[in-house]
């Protein structure tokens, strides 16, 4: 059976060195990077180079997202060691002169998203999370690192009020662990019973991206 590391990453959009703006998307259960390719039409913002990562079996983790984290093991850990592997190489890029890199998880690759910047708190320059929060089964807290990556960074959370796998209890206690950091906080709510992503929201997207695009 292949693992989370053994799967590619997908390139979308525009190509690196000629980039305004990087996202990581990292999609959810049942989905793949093609999720994150018809998402991006959707969006229409030109200038964006796309890095999409791949689950095995399309699920990064077997389990609820609020169940005890060694139910969810050893998927998870593969799943979080993939995101930091990943991520650290396109943000040692930026580094270099490249694009600025937005991170962007729907449904379980939010949760796996939020989980990580909130423990690790890397550098990003900002962080979209659409139906996801930090996971395990009870409320937590979250010490800034060190070196606060998240300090001042943009990062904006979206959930349906009646969301049938995320209940929005975790998605609002995720957004006051990211201003807890110092994070400048958004969390849009919406009268809904779908998972999915409405069209206000994808507007809403489409303004954050242009607004952290270089040029």
């Given at each position: 059976?292949?693992?989370h ?8 959009g525009?190509k ?5 703006l990087v996202?990581?998307g ?6 793949s ?7 991006a039409?959707r969006?229409g ?12 079996g399309?699920?990064?983790?077997p ?7 060694e139910s969810n093991?050893?998927?998870?850990g ?6 930091e592997d990943?991520?650290w ?5 930026r580094e ?5 890199v937005v ?7 939010a949760c ?5 910047l909130l423990t690790?708190?890397?550098a990003?320059d ?5 139906t ?7 409320p937590?807290s979250?010490d800034?690192?060190s070196?606060?990556?998240l300090?001042g960074r943009?990062?904006?959370?979206f959930?349906?009020?009646?969301d049938?796998?995320v209940?929005?209890h ?8 990211f ?7 958004t969390?849009?709510?919406?009268r ?5 992503i409405?069209e206000?929201?994808v507007a809403?997207?489409?303004e ?6 270089r040029?």
């Amino acid at each position: 059976m292949l693992t989370h590391h053994q799967m590619d990453l997908v390139h979308h959009g525009a190509k690196p060195e000629q980039a305004r703006l990087v996202v990581y998307g990292v999609h959810g259960r049942t989905q793949s990077p093609q999720f994150f390719i018809d998402l991006a039409q959707r969006i229409g913002v030109e200038g964006i180079c796309w890095w999409l990562p791949s689950a095995a079996g399309h699920s990064w983790y077997p389990g609820k997202f609020m169940e005890p984290f060694e139910s969810n093991q050893p998927q998870l850990g593969q799943a979080l060691a993939v995101v930091e592997d990943q991520l650290w190489k396109l943000l040692a890029t930026r580094e270099d002169d490249g694009a600025p890199v937005v991170v962007f998880g729907f449904s379980q690759g939010a949760c796996l998203l939020a989980e990580y910047l909130l423990t690790v708190q890397p550098a990003v320059d900002g962080a979209l999370l659409h139906t996801g929060g930090y996971l395990g089964p009870r409320p937590r807290s979250f010490d800034a690192a060190s070196k606060p990556g998240l300090s001042g960074r943009a990062i904006e959370l979206f959930c349906a009020d009646e969301d049938p796998w995320v209940p929005l209890h975790r998605v609002k206690d995720t957004a006051a662990a990211f201003e807890g950091l110092a994070a400048v906080t958004t969390l849009s709510v919406y009268r809904d019973e779908e998972h999915h992503i409405t069209e206000d929201a994808v507007a809403r997207i489409r303004e954050y991206l242009r607004r952290h695009a270089r040029g």
